[in-house]
């Protein structure tokens, strides 16, 4: 099974800066903390997770999703 994480940053610019400027309801003390550190997610490899099965139910707060492993070996999330 391959696991892609993709992260991309968010692109500043001083023409993004500006936009700021003509909304005053803006928070302007955001743009001038900069960027927060965003701590690297936790990877679970889904075997852990399944555990051989080919689907599990994962409830979330007040709704259940369904994780299924497909024959093409793709996980699908449903509601």
């Known amino acids: 099974m391959r696991m892609i994480i993709i992260h991309v940053e968010p692109h500043r610019s001083r023409a993004m800066s500006a936009n700021t400027i003509a ?4 928070d ?11 701590p ?3 990877t679970l490899d889904s075997e852990a ?7 599990i139910l994962i409830q979330h707060g007040d709704r259940v ?3 299924r492993h497909t024959s093409n070996d ?4 449903t509601k």
């Open 23 to 26: 909304f005053p309801h803006a």
């Open 28 to 38: 302007t003390r955001a743009a001038e903390r900069g960027p927060r550190a965003v």
């Open 40 to 42: 690297p997610a936790e």
């Open 49 to 55: 997770l399944l555990k051989g099965r080919r689907e």
């Open 65 to 67: 999703y369904r994780l």
């Open 74 to 77: 793709k996980l699908i999330l």
